[in-house]
């Protein structure tokens, strides 16, 4: 539908700014290692292969990439790490107290004692625990609120996070920088950095994984195969 309300009309351009608390131009996401290598090396692929599309770019740049050694590669990766930790420096000079985010919000009031967590699942985690015995009902109210609450509030920042790099997905890393850089989220900042390796290792195995998989169906299909002179045998 159209808002016809005069009050609602698009302000020029020029009179347009960024939301409240966002800074004047977006912070600048940080390179992974791989994409300053693209990127410092893009002229010179162009140059050696005039007039070719993107995607064959972009194979001769991952072909160049696939064959530096790690000592090669190291150099980008420490650049990349350079250029997080300014990242990280960036956004721990805003403050995020003063980003307005936008919506309204929900407007349908809830029941305060209500959980979005399951009471049962909460319970079978803090059973894990071999010096809790018993755990009233109250208290495991009282845990899955206060939970709810930190994860919501958890979630806001990391918004904030990404609209100071004008991106609407949010990533993990948003809410590693938050639990390393807002005090109340200091007491997150090691569980969420072994959470992020124990993904990274298990994405890296994955590939791997997959990359065998590959491998082996592309040897057990040249196995298989017979050759040409194979099927114009002289019947006897």
Known sequence: ?????????????????????????????????YFIFAAEKREEIKKSHPGEPVGVIARVTGQLWSTLTDEEKAVYQGRAAEERERVAQEIAK?????????????????????????LARLKKIVKLDPEVKGVSREAMLLLGKAAELVTAKLGVEAVKVASLQNRR??????VAQICQ???????????????????????????????????????????NSKPLTAYFGVKS
């Not at 159209?2 to 609602?8: A, S």
């Not at 131009?25 to 992974?32: C, D, E, G």
């Not at 403050?95 to 959980?115: E, F, Q, T």
């Open 1 to 33: 539908s159209t808002n016809i309300n005069n009050n609602n009309k698009k302000r020029p351009a020029a009179e347009q700014g960024p939301p409240p608390g966002l800074p004047a131009q977006p912070i600048k996401a940080a390179r992974t290692a």
């Open 94 to 118: 805003c403050n995020l107290d003063a980003i307005h985010l936008g919506g309204s919000g929900d407007s349908v009031a809830k029941d305060p004692l209500a959980l979005e967590i399951p």
């Open 169 to 174: 997905k949010l990533l993990p890393d948003d």
């Open 181 to 223: 850089t807002r005090e109340k989220f200091l007491f997150l900042k090691d569980d969420v950095k072994d959470l992020l390796k124990e993904q990274h290792l298990e994405k890296k195995a994955a590939a791997a994984s997959k990359a065998a998989a590959a491998a082996e169906a592309t040897a057990a299909e040249s196995s």
